[in-house]
């Protein structure tokens, strides 16, 4: 892998790591395309994923010193059901990312949770630890390559009647303790020795992190206009793509 493809493979994470289109899928497709890519595990893949944090800590700094101990904690539970699925299915799961039918039909799932995403009626309800161990098995399952984390989590705190808004914060202050996990489990198995050229880690976890700082905003202006059909229409479209190709 050069230089090139890890900045285009980090401009593409932090675009669709916020967008509900799946960074993990387009990253397995994408990787496909790439002659000679390699890389230990998914060591490469967690090590953008790190770039989507720090654009979510900063784009979302002034509310994250705001966050009270109560809301602290029901990120907390929103996180342990991914938790438990990478601690204990890690293996697994990396297996998926090499297998791009299972990423065609996750995408054709995402397409259909955006789509309804759009159609769900806000009821204003306020977070609650229920609500947030819902929306964290929704991230659980979003590991999964093809189903998007945010637009699952969007979706799940829609339907259980959060604002749009409300919703949207949560999915990505919840992805914050889901990646930075998802990071350690990665060095502690490979350790440094995995990274290689941490010249190329470095240009994709910079690339992730300035255009996750972009989607973030897109998304907000798209969720708030009820325009998600619009990412479902990509996805099913992809997906189709993706099985057929």
């Known amino acids: 892998m050069d230089l090139l493809s890890s900045v285009f493979l980090g401009i593409l994470q932090g675009l669709t790591e ?15 395309l ?3 890519f390699v890389q230990e595990g998914v060591l490469f893949d967690v090590f953008l994923h790190a770039g989507t944090v720090l654009a979510v800590l900063y ?16 990120l907390l539970v929103g996180t342990i059901p991914a938790g438990l699925v990478g601690l204990y299915f890690s293996t697994p799961i990396e297996i998926l990312f090499a ?9 054709l799932l995402t397409a259909v949770l955006n789509f309804m995403t759009d159609k769900l009626k806000v009821k204003k309800q306020k977070i609650s630890v229920k609500n947030s161990l819902l929306i964290g098995v929704a991230q659980a399952i979003a590991i999964i390559p093809g189903i998007s984390r945010s637009g699952s989590t969007i979706f799940a705190g829609t339907g259980l009647g959060l604002k749009r808004e409300k919703a949207a914060e949560f999915s990505f202050l919840l992805s914050v303790p889901a990646i930075v996990g998802a990071n ?11 990274i290689g050229n941490m010249g190329i880690y470095i240009a994709g976890f910079l690339a992730a992190f300035l255009s996750g700082i972009f989607a973030i905003n897109l998304v907000l202006k798209f969720l708030l206009s009820s325009r998600f059909k619009i990412f479902a229409f990509y996805c099913f479209l992809l997906g189709v793509a993706v099985l057929l190709l």
Request: proline fraction near 7%; charge should be positive.
């Open 18 to 32: 916020f967008l509900p289109v799946s960074s993990s899928g387009h990253l397995v497709i994408a990787q496909e």
């Open 184 to 194: 350690v489990l990665q060095f502690f198995k490979y350790g440094p020795d995995g």
């Open 59 to 74: 784009y979302f700094r002034k509310t994250i010193l705001k966050l009270t101990p109560k809301y602290l904690f029901f």
């Open 34 to 36: 790439i002659p000679d």
């Open 99 to 107: 297998n791009v039918s299972v990423v065609g039909l996750a995408l």
